[in-house]
C-alpha cells in the first residue's frame, strides 16, 4: 500500500475517533510513524483534509460502479443501492464530525457539498430508465435530487442523528427507502 494511501487510512480511523479535532500527532501515533513522515505528503492538515473528502468520495462512486454493473438487480434495486452506497469503511464514522466541519473548516464544508451536488449522472439515467419501463413514475428530478441532497445536508448541519441516536447509515437508508418508494410505479 502506498504512503498517501495509507495516511488516508489513518485519517479515516483518526476521524471516526476523534471527528475533524484529530490533530497531525494522532494520526502519526495512529500510523506509528513519524509527523515528519505524513508532511512529506501532506503540507498540513487542510490539505489532508481535502484529501480525505476527495478519498472518501472516490470510494463511494467506486461501490456505486459496483451497482451499476450488478446484472441481478432491477433498475428500482439499482436505484434504491446507487443511492445507498456507503463503503463499510466509513460505517463507524461519526458524522457529527461533518457537522463541525462546517464551523471550523467552512471551505472543506463547501466542498464535501459540492460533491453532493455532482455526479448524478448515473442516477438520473435508472430514473430516466425506470420512467421510461415504468417500474418509476413520472416525476420531476429536479425535485427528487434536491429532497435527496436537502436531506443529506440536514445530516451534516444539524445535530438530528446524534440527538435521536441514528447512526449516518440508518439516516441514509430512511431517506433512501422513502424517496425509492414514494417514486416506484403502484401496479393497478
Not at 495509507?6 to 500510523?31: N, P, Q, V, W, Y
Request: aromatic share 10%.
Amino acid at each position: 500500500m502506498e504512503l498517501k494511501e495509507r495516511i488516508m487510512e489513518g485519517a479515516t480511523t483518526c476521524f471516526k475517533d476523534k471527528g475533524i479535532r484529530f490533530t497531525m500527532d494522532d494520526l502519526a501515533e495512529t500510523l506509528g510513524m513519524s509527523k515528519k513522515t505524513i508532511y512529506t505528503v501532506f503540507a498540513g492538515k487542510d490539505e489532508l483534509m481535502v484529501a480525505l473528502v476527495d478519498y472518501v468520495f472516490a470510494s463511494i462512486k467506486a461501490g456505486e460502479e459496483k451497482v451499476l454493473w450488478d446484472k441481478n438487480l432491477d433498475t428500482v434495486e439499482k436505484l434504491r443501492r446507487l443511492m445507498g452506497v456507503f463503503p463499510d469503511a466509513y460505517k463507524d464514522i461519526n458524522f457529527q464530525g461533518v457537522y463541525e466541519l462546517r464551523e471550523r473548516y467552512p471551505e472543506i464544508y463547501e466542498l464535501v457539498e459540492q460533491r453532493l451536488e455532482t455526479g448524478w449522472e448515473s442516477t438520473i439515467a435508472l430514473l430516466e430508465q425506470g420512467m421510461l419501463e415504468g417500474s418509476v413514475r413520472k416525476i420531476s428530478i429536479p425535485i427528487f435530487k434536491m429532497m435527496f441532497e436537502a436531506s443529506l445536508e440536514q445530516f451534516f448541519q444539524r445535530d438530528i442523528l446524534q440527538r435521536n441516536g441514528i447512526s449516518y447509515q440508518q439516516g441514509l437508508t430512511e431517506v433512501v427507502d422513502i424517496l425509492i418508494d414514494g417514486i416506484i410505479k403502484v401496479k393497478d
